[in-house]
């Protein structure tokens, strides 16, 4: 197909606008990633180091939001910043599994390290998250099982 002006119009796959609106906010969110602007200090010249919240949430009560605020609570005391996936989409469950993947999968790569909450393996969204992170030669650590 030829444009007025007589260049190409490429015409690729019909996306819906909730897909487009997740484009746009994975790449502001990679954009700022590689810019170094994402939960960094601006009146630091240290690095602060990110960590990702990862565990089980379909199918647990209160979406396990309790367990990953916990979470990030005790970390950002130890002067992390957060990156807490239960409140990705303000926890919508209108919104497909495959969408929420996308957007952590996009968060993983912007992180230092990862902290796996009980019964992550026992999760697919949690063991994928893993996987990549692994792939991407993150710091993994596992919060520890009560006895």
């Known amino acids: 197909m030829i444009n007025p002006n007589g260049s190409r119009i490429l015409r690729g796959p019909q996306i819906t606008r909730e897909e487009y609106t997740l484009l746009q906010r994975l790449w502001l969110l990679w954009s700022d990633c ?31 939001r309790p367990a990953f605020a916990s979470a990030a609570y005790e970390w950002r005391q130890l002067g992390y910043a957060v990156i807490d996936p239960a409140v990705n989409y303000d926890g919508d469950t209108a919104v497909a599994h495959a969408q929420y993947m996308r957007l ?31 792939a991407l030669g993150l710091d993994i650590s596992y919060q520890k099982i009560n006895k």
């Open 34 to 64: 590689f810019q170094g602007n994402i939960f960094r200090e601006h009146t630091n010249t240290m690095k602060t180091r990110i960590i990702y919240i990862s565990g089980p949430i379909t199918g647990i009560p209160l979406h396990n």
């Open 104 to 134: 952590s999968i996009a968060q993983l790569l912007c992180v230092d390290a990862v902290y796996m909450l009980r019964g992550w393996a026992h999760s697919k969204g949690a063991v994928a998250e893993y996987v990549v992170a692994q």
